[in-house]
């Protein structure tokens, strides 16, 4: 079984929505990035998906933006995720 899981700009829109702020800009979009693939200690299969819209997806082929997605997206699952994914060790 794959859990999927969510990362996105908190801009205070409902968290069950289809739309989000984008990681990387907080534009409101419903387009979504597989960020990682991970096993979780219990034996799950965990899928993390950023939202990212368009131009911010072109924009990962840039370097330093996208070290700064990258830095977002862990703090993210740092801060808001791992305590429910229980991956510590995999993640920090
Ligand atoms: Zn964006």
Redo the contacts with the bound molecule.
């Keep these: 079984m794959t859990t999927r899981y969510y990362i996105f700009y908190d801009s205070g829109l409902p968290n069950v929505g289809w739309f989000q702020a984008?990681?990387?800009?907080?534009?409101v979009?419903s387009k979504l990035s597989l960020y990682k693939k991970t096993t979780l200690k219990t034996g799950e299969e965990a899928e993390i998906y950023s939202y990212?819209?368009i131009?911010?997806k072109n924009n990962l082929q840039d370097v330093v933006f996208l070290k700064n997605y990258e830095n977002a997206c862990n703090e993210y699952i740092k801060d808001r995720l791992s305590q429910t994914l229980r991956l510590h060790e995999t993640f920090v």
């Design positions: 984008c990681i990387g800009c907080d534009q979009t990212l819209c131009s911010c």
